[in-house]
């Protein structure tokens, strides 16, 4: 069983939609990221927190720390939005998880 | 302009190469990074270098050989690789160490005949 573990792996969404992907951990973190990678391969960091709620546009990321578990929220969905979003721990090194594939359908 | 360039974007070479991949930052961190990203597998980090000293090499093959002259720059020298060594290499940089956010470049793209 892996360290992180997201779900779903795949996701289909029409535009507009709300989404909800989830992150669930096992160890004890200091950091948890999400990350954002599209076909061509590039990664974009979305967000670090190690506490509550951070939002950036469209996008919110929240994590429980007693639950273990982080959720990324992407409102209004948008076919860009289609790419692989990584979940990502920092303990004495940084785990990923092997990433959740959404796409948004206009 | 992603901050961290990679060349070559597309890597074809044959088992018995010699080839390097580079990797620039233009944002003036001290953490540079090297990761391998295989087909339906997490990132799996290879090396972490902070300000030029190797702090991490996660039992990495010795036909990987990471080089950091400084900051700014870091190469991954490759030789007589292996089939399923074909993968996606990301560069990435922060400011200080695994606890700050990455900038990742586009990665190199590498095809092992």
């Known amino acids: 069983k892996n360290e992180v573990e997201q779900s779903p792996q795949n996701l289909t969404a029409q535009e507009g939609e709300f989404i909800t992907i989830n992150c669930s951990y096992s160890?004890?973190?200091?950091?948890l990221h999400w990350l954002q990678q599209h076909p061509g391969g590039g990664i974009v960091s979305l967000f670090m927190?190690?506490?509550g709620k951070k939002k950036h546009g469209r996008l919110i990321a929240t994590i429980n720390i007693q639950e273990k578990h982080s959720s990324l929220h992407i409102t209004a969905s948008h076919p860009r939005d289609s790419a692989v979003y990584i979940c990502?721990?920092?303990?004495?090194?940084?785990?990923f998880g092997t990433g959740t594939r959404l796409q948004v359908f206009p | 302009e992603t901050g961290v360039t990679q060349t070559p974007r597309h890597l074809v070479m044959g088992m018995t190469n010699k080839k390097s991949l580079k990797c620039e930052q233009h944002?003036?961190?001290?953490?540079m990074y090297w990761y391998k990203q295989s087909a339906k597998k997490p990132l799996e980090l290879m090396f972490v270098?902070?300000?030029?000293?190797?702090?991490e090499n996660n039992s990495v093959p010795s036909r990987f050989s990471p080089e950091c002259p400084n900051s700014s720059h870091l190469f991954l020298h490759l030789h007589t690789l292996q089939p399923e060594d074909s993968a996606l290499y990301l560069c990435?940089?922060?400011?200080?160490?695994?606890?700050?956010?990455?900038?990742f470049g586009d990665g190199t793209r590498l095809s092992i005949l």
């Open positions: 944002l003036g961190h001290n953490a």
């Open positions: 270098y902070n300000f030029k000293e190797q702090t």
């Open positions: 990502a721990v920092t303990t004495d090194k940084l785990i």
């Open positions: 160890v004890g973190i200091s950091a």
């Open positions: 990435a940089s922060s400011q200080r160490g695994i606890h700050q956010p990455q900038h």
């Open positions: 927190l190690s506490s």
